[in-house]
């Protein structure tokens, strides 16, 4: 994994009386096997700023580098979790999550080994000729997991993986989520409402004001999980 640095960043939409900055100015580094949770509330920009990560958005100012280049376009190897889990009803566990290699350049077998391998890695040996209507939610984003991260991406970043989740199931997801960023050493990018897991869970917390478009401040925390 390398450093992702988002430098500058600025971007508004045209409406009816002028602009609306949806973000101004925001300056970020993460830095290999970082785990970064941005908190905000509603429309404080950050669904915006993972867009412009991954390369989803045009017409903005600043940068985002990777290891000191420049990303263009959608060329950073990313995986996502949205808040929904996306997967496609009429397939099996395995092969939504081997969805996940079909740009990957590897034999048939090494994309069964890989997502046999991630079928392990979130705890769902066994279910892997399940489809989605026989899985409970929590289970469904478990697969969403491991097809985001079966093509061993540079970084995984997460809007509101657990927010459609009971308490429980979310407590347990947020365990899991630590053991595979611990497991996999790889950066993540979490958005979420709930500052304790934003706490719980990251290095370091990025506040947004509650208008669209600033960071606030940036928090160092990573209390819960000291690393040596
Ligand atoms: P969040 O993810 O924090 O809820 P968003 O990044 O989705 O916030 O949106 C930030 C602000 O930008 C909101 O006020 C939203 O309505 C506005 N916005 C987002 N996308 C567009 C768009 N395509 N055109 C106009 N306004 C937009
Ligand atoms: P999220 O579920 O991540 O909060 P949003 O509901 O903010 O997503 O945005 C969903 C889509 O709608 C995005 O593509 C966003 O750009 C667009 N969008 C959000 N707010 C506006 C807006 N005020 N005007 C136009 N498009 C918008």
């Known amino acids: 994994a390398g450093t992702l640095d988002i430098q500058h960043l600025s971007k508004s939409y045209p409406v009816k009386n002028g602009d609306l900055a949806v973000l101004e100015d925001v300056t970020l580094t993460i830095a290999p096997g970082e785990f970064v949770s941005i908190v905000g509330s509603s429309g404080c920009g950050k ?3 993972l867009r412009l990560i991954v390369g989803l958005e045009e017409d903005y100012q600043g940068e985002v580098l990777l290891d000191g280049e420049r990303i263009v376009g959608t060329s950073l190897r990313r995986g996502i979790v949205f808040q929904e889990h996306r997967l496609f009803p009429w397939l099996t566990v395995e092969s939504n999550i081997q969805l996940g290699l079909l740009n990957a350049d590897l034999t048939p077998g090494q994309k069964r080994q890989a997502v046999r391998e ?9 279910f892997e000729k399940s489809y989605p209507h026989q899985l ?18 540079e970084i995984l970043l997460l809007d509101e993986p657990f927010g459609a989740l009971d308490a429980l199931t979310r407590a347990y997801l947020q365990q899991e989520l630590h053991r595979i960023w611990q497991a996999e050493g790889i950066s ?19 506040v947004m004001e509650p208008r669209p478009g600033r960071i606030r401040r940036i928090v160092p925390v990573g209390l819960a999980h000291p690393r040596e």
């Open 188 to 206: 993540m990018i979490l958005v979420t409402h709930d500052v304790e897991e934003a706490i719980y869970l990251g290095d370091k917390v990025v």
């Open 118 to 126: 991630h079928i392990a890695l979130v705890g769902l040996d066994g």
């Open 136 to 153: 409970s939610g929590g289970m469904a984003q478990r697969v969403a997991i491991a097809r985001a991260l079966v093509s061993k991406p």
């Open 47 to 49: 669904s915006t700023l």
